[in-house]
């Protein structure tokens, strides 16, 4: 089992930066790294994704502004998000697949305000 932690989040204003971190209790290097985020009364969506090889895909409204990374040495991942917008305000939770498996973090607020 993989227990998941996510920092980083916070209060910006439109147009800043901030960094996520996701630090894993154990080895993530064979496994599917993503970040989502989840506003009340919506479905949490996918934001970015990283394989263990080092592929990323995002979703639409993120391209060009926002960058998932990863080190296994660390077991952690990254989400770097630059150009925040007011509907970027979420909680961020971090996610790894396991074949079977997936693990969740508890999630980290992030504010944008206009």
């Known amino acids: 089992q993989v227990q998941l932690v996510e920092s980083g989040g916070g209060l910006v204003q439109a147009g800043g930066s901030l960094r996520l971190s996701c630090a894993a209790s154990?080895?993530?290097?064979?496994?599917?790294m993503s970040w989502y985020r989840q506003v009340p009364g919506k479905q949490r969506e996918l934001v970015a994704v990283?394989?263990?090889?080092?592929?990323?895909n995002y979703a639409n409204s993120v391209k060009g502004r926002f960058t998932i990374s990863r080190d296994n040495a660390k077991s952690n991942v990254y989400l770097q998000m630059n150009s925040l917008k007011p509907e970027d305000t979420a909680v961020y939770y971090c996610?790894?697949?396991?074949?079977?498996?997936?693990?969740w973090g508890q999630g980290t607020q992030v504010t944008v305000s206009s």
């Open positions: 996610r790894a697949d396991a074949g079977l498996y997936a693990y």
């Open positions: 154990g080895s993530i290097s064979i496994m599917v």
């Open positions: 990283i394989t263990s090889g080092g592929s990323t």
